[in-house]
């Protein structure tokens, strides 16, 4: 391969690992996951209450936090926060339609945290949260693995 | 220039995890400075180390042959290690059939995977090293526990060659707000020298030893979910020639970055719900300078191959009003895959009619608990008929090919 193919090709793939990185920043296909961008406060996120006012579910983007929070609003009346990392190996979690994947082996979870496939064998930490008067406090811990 | 150096010194800074990063601390956040871990990791685990692993064993009978065999296919043992909380380490290693012994055909020991994960946020991460692209359903997720039958799917092995792993990068994530994850990947490409008739380009793979990086591949997928569906689609394109130009050029072959291509999509699907699961899959393959290989290796290679497979199954324990059998399963499945790895050759080709197969398989899988599995099935494979020139040497003691065969497969499986 001579130089000017070389450069050209290597411009080329720059280009398309541009391409994927830009695909992050899309924001307009599909039905949204409804998210909450937020930062922690030492180990303690609060939500305002009128996220969840027109859905059962929030997905809590922590900046600089090593997971994401599920913030699911249960039947009667109470939240679960879950700590969107897999028990197995770490790995961050997707969400699904119907709960958590993980692709580095295939570990399921339902909107519960309940392992619904492995290797994971423990479901997801559960975060413990209060809900004081406009506003949830949900107090973030170490996701235990393995 | 500065600038430039400027740029390169925060990109590194950004994966150096530091306490100053973070002004307010907790007394528990002080603690784990202290201890050596970064701030981050006090929100992710105390165990830095994870080892894991998985592994399957199976008896086959072949009803044609009247024999049978039983093998330890594979034992996987997978290590991880965190780093901190942006940079991790995946590796598995794998034994297959127990044994290896030096100068002596049988088992293989070599790494599936082994590769630096470096995370940008909780939905965007780059792994660099030996890794394995998203293409199909089963290479990326292919524990024994997680799939129906005893064998994997012949179309996920002759067509798209799982386990597929190859040295490179892999961008990684999820579009913010939706349900809809992406990849993209950069890597080494094949080696058409080493495609064998009968098993598509699953020879060509080099799986991170020397493999030519003259010739690279890229490769991207997108996911969806919906409801309880999963939708996916795969690409993949790759240059199959990794000699110098005169090298390629004395064999009249295509040589370069993508040199001599060879183009992989694919499209699945799958659902879960109430114990029923269903899963499909369609995938094709191209070599259009297919004329060239053979010319140049006369490895009676595939010009176009294709192969799909449909599954359902059902667990008869997920509506069970028994709380001990509700943490169990027993699937009972079919699936039938037709495939044909030489669906058009080239020219300068022989057509193997044994290549244009259709697998049915019946069976049921056991999860006693989550991560064990007992699975016994049977499948049914019919093939159109064997070509007589390609029968160089003829044993006269041979019998004579029979289209139709029947497999009875146990086995076991695990993971942890």
């Known amino acids: 391969m001579d130089r000017r193919s070389f450069v050209k090709q290597g411009c080329s793939t720059c280009v398309a690992i541009g391409a994927g990185l830009w695909i992050g920043t899309l924001e307009s296909c599909g039905p949204a996951i409804s998210t909450f961008k937020t930062t922690q406060t030492g180990m303690k996120v609060s939500v305002p209450l009128t996220e969840l006012a027109n859905s059962d579910f929030k997905l809590v983007r922590l900046k600089n936090f090593g997971y994401d929070v599920g913030l699911q609003k249960q039947p009667d009346g109470s939240y679960t926060a879950l700590a969107l990392l897999c028990t197995h190996a770490n790995n961050p979690l997707s969400k699904t339609g119907n709960g958590y994947t993980c692709s580095l082996h295939g570990s399921r979870f339902d909107n519960n945290g309940n392992v619904k496939r492995g290797p994971a064998e423990r479901g997801l930490t559960k975060l413990p949260v209060q809900q004081l008067s406009d506003h949830l406090e949900i107090q973030l811990q170490e996701a235990r693995v393995g | ?416």
């Not at chain 2, 799958?270 to 094709?284: E, L, M, N, P």
């Not at chain 2, 300078?289 to 199954?313: I, S």
């Not at chain 2, 009003?321 to 044909?340: G, H, I, S």
């Not at chain 2, 499948?379 to 044993?395: A, D, K, S």
């Open chain 2, 1 to 416: 220039m500065n600038r430039i150096l400027g740029s390169l010194l925060t990109l590194l800074s950004y994966f150096q995890v530091s306490a100053q990063q973070y002004p307010v601390l907790t007394q528990a956040q002080k603690l784990v400075i202290r201890t050596g871990e970064d701030s981050l990791s006090a929100g992710i685990a105390k165990n830095k180390t994870v080892v894991s692993g998985y592994g399957s064993a199976f008896y086959q009978r072949d009803f044609n042959k009247g024999v049978s065999a039983v093998t330890l296919e594979r034992a996987v043992f997978f290590i991880g290690h965190q780093f901190n909380s942006k940079i991790t380490f995946f590796s598995e290693t794998e034994i297959e059939n127990a044994k290896v012994e030096g100068g002596e055909p049988g088992g293989e020991i070599a790494l599936e995977q082994a590769y630096l994960q470096f995370r940008f946020s909780n939905s965007t991460y780059l792994v660099a090293g030996l890794f394995i692209p998203r293409i199909g359903m089963l290479n990326e997720n292919h524990l024994p526990v997680n799939f129906n039958g005893v064998e994997r799917p012949m179309v996920e092995t002759f067509i798209i060659p799982a386990t597929w792993r190859e040295l490179g990068v892999g961008l990684y994530g999820t579009i913010p707000g939706r349900p809809l994850n992406y990849s993209v990947g950069l890597m080494n490409g094949l080696d058409s020298k080493n495609f064998e008739h009968g098993t598509g380009f699953r020879g060509g793979r080099a799986e991170g030893s020397f493999a030519p990086a003259n010739n690279l591949a890229i490769t991207g997928a997108l996911q969806y979910f919906v409801s309880d569906f999963k939708f996916q689609v795969s690409g993949y394109m790759g240059g199959t020639v990794g000699l110098s130009k005169n090298g390629a050029d004395s064999l009249q072959l295509n040589s370069g970055a993508f040199g001599t291509p060879l183009y992989l999509g694919e499209a699945s699907m799958t659902y879960s719900h109430g114990g029923f699961s269903a899963k499909a899959i369609g995938t094709y393959v191209t070599l259009p300078d297919a004329y060239k290989v053979n010319k140049a290796y006369a490895n009676n290679v595939f010009e176009h191959m294709y192969g799909a497979y449909a599954e359902v199954g059902y667990n008869f324990f997920e509506n069970i009003q028994n709380k001990k059998l509700q943490e169990q399963e027993l699937v009972a499945f079919a699936r039938f895959e037709t495939l044909d790895m030489n669906s058009q050759i080239p020219s300068n080709g022989i057509y193997d009619g044994t290549l244009k197969q259709q697998h049915l398989i019946v069976g049921l899988t056991y999860l006693p608990i989550r991560n064990v599995v007992i699975k016994t099935d049977v499948r049914l494979l019919n093939t159109g008929p064997q070509n007589p020139e390609l029968i160089i040497n003829p044993n006269p003691a041979a019998v004579p090919y029979q289209e139709h065969n029947t497999f009875f497969n146990l086995g076991i499986g695990y993971s942890f």
